[in-house]
């Protein structure tokens, strides 16, 4: 396929398709008729040898291959508005874009409530696709797959950029009447500690905490018996067993007012970390991938800024 043989007036037409999920309401925000909206699904179709919009039982919905192409359509779309307007304004009340978070549920707690709500005042038709960032989040982003990234970073490819949005600390999630805390009178010692056994809360499945980290400096280590992904399960287990996780304050503070843990400092010395967001060159320059990451770190700072002391 040929560049040159393609009318590129169906990757507009692409777009609206797949960001309307259907030809009446594609045709309505391109102000076309139905029918030439039609007419250029068709076209897409023979030039993509795909279906592109199918119906399900939920409405008309992207194939794989549509839904691949969203985002590099979007961008190219983009930088073409861009180059030629470059000094057009964003107006976030009229419009209407989808961007994907990588996030961990622990960040997404903290975060989204407060950015969801700005959203809903300033930008109403700006939707966002939440995902749980995993192990290949960063090859997500540069593949054009998702718009950002938020987490705690290591070292970042050389074409990311990044922003600190908030800072927290460790902090041990048990329960008020656990029997070691209470044989020890409420302290959590290194030996109550490391008498019981652990949650570990890994976005990998493998490789050691920082916690494990200090202790195996120390020649100590702590017993795990579960290894989770998600920040919210290990509430409800410790809830319900003898287990201690450590777990960022933020969300600690919040899950034990729910179920009457106690929040207890590590009886080790760990330091603060930072939460940041991350997006890749791809997006660097759009117009409206700015003012969302923009706002994003404004929420974050306004709203967390007094520490990892402050939930």
Same mark, same amino acid.
């Given at each position: 396929?040929?560049?040159? /043989?393609?009318?590129?007036?169906?990757?507009?037409?692409?777009? =609206?398709?797949? !960001?309307?999920?259907?030809?009446?309401?594609?045709?309505?925000?391109?102000?076309?008729?139905?029918?030439?909206?039609? &007419?250029?699904?068709?076209?897409?179709?023979?030039?993509?040898? /795909?279906?592109?919009?199918? @119906?399900?039982?939920?409405?008309?919905?992207?194939?794989?291959?549509?839904?691949?192409?969203? !985002?590099?359509?979007?961008?190219?779309?983009?930088?073409?508005?861009?180059?030629? $307007?470059?000094?057009?304004?964003?107006?976030?009340?009229?419009?209407? !874009?989808?961007?994907?978070?990588?996030?961990?549920?622990?960040? =997404?707690?903290?975060?989204?409530?407060?950015?969801?709500?700005?959203?809903?005042?300033?930008?109403?038709?700006?939707?966002?696709?939440?995902?749980?960032?995993?192990?290949?989040?960063?090859?997500?982003?540069?593949?054009?797959?998702? /718009?950002?990234?938020?987490? @705690?970073?290591?070292?970042?490819?050389? &074409?990311? %950029?990044?922003?600190?949005?908030?800072?927290?600390?460790?902090?041990?999630?048990?329960?008020? /009447?656990?029997?070691?805390?209470?044989?020890?009178?409420?302290?959590?010692?290194?030996?109550?500690?490391? *008498?019981?056994?652990?949650?570990?809360?890994?976005?990998?499945?493998?490789?050691? *905490?920082?916690?494990?980290?200090?202790?195996?400096?120390? #020649?100590?280590?702590?017993?795990?018996?579960?290894?989770?992904?998600?920040?919210?399960?290990?509430?409800?287990?410790?809830?319900? *067993?003898?287990?201690?996780?450590?777990?960022? =304050?933020?969300?600690?503070?919040?899950?034990?007012? %729910?179920?009457?843990?106690?929040?207890?400092?590590?009886?080790?010395?760990?330091?603060?970390?930072?939460? #940041?967001?991350?997006? #890749?060159?791809?997006? %660097?320059?759009?117009? $409206?991938? @700015?003012?969302? !990451?923009?706002?994003?770190?404004?929420? =974050?700072?306004?709203?967390?800024?007094?520490?990892?002391?402050?939930?």
């Amino acid at each position: 396929m040929n560049i040159r /043989d393609i009318d590129l007036n169906l990757l507009v037409f692409l777009d =609206a398709l797949l !960001r309307e999920k259907s030809v009446t309401k594609a045709a309505l925000a391109m102000d076309i008729s139905q029918p030439a909206m039609s &007419n250029a699904l068709r076209r897409l179709r023979k030039l993509l040898g /795909d279906p592109v919009l199918v @119906r399900t039982a939920s409405g008309m919905q992207p194939t794989a291959r549509a839904e691949a192409l969203r !985002r590099p359509v979007r961008n190219a779309l983009s930088q073409m508005e861009a180059a030629i $307007a470059p000094n057009r304004a964003f107006e976030p009340a009229t419009a209407e !874009r989808l961007f994907t978070i990588l996030i961990t549920d622990y960040a =997404a707690s903290v975060l989204m409530p407060r950015v969801v709500g700005v959203l809903e005042e300033e930008a109403p038709n700006i939707a966002l696709n939440i995902l749980s960032a995993g192990s290949d989040a960063i090859d997500q982003v540069e593949r054009g797959e998702a /718009d950002f990234l938020v987490n @705690r970073f290591g070292k970042l490819p050389a &074409n990311f %950029h990044q922003q600190r949005l908030w800072s927290d600390r460790m902090a041990c999630l048990i329960r008020k /009447d656990h029997p070691a805390l209470l044989a020890a009178g409420g302290e959590l010692t290194l030996e109550t500690f490391l *008498s019981e056994k652990h949650i570990l809360i890994t976005q990998t499945g493998v490789g050691l *905490s920082r916690i494990d980290e200090v202790l195996a400096d120390a #020649g100590r280590s702590r017993r795990i018996s579960v290894l989770t992904r998600h920040y919210q399960l290990p509430r409800e287990l410790v809830a319900n *067993s003898n287990m201690i996780v450590a777990l960022p =304050a933020r969300i600690a503070r919040y899950q034990a007012r %729910h179920l009457g843990l106690a929040v207890l400092e590590p009886p080790l010395k760990l330091p603060a970390f930072d939460i #940041g967001i991350a997006w #890749g060159a791809l997006d %660097h320059h759009d117009v $409206a991938h @700015r003012w969302l !990451r923009e706002r994003i770190v404004t929420i =974050a700072r306004e709203a967390l800024q007094q520490g990892p002391h402050h939930a």
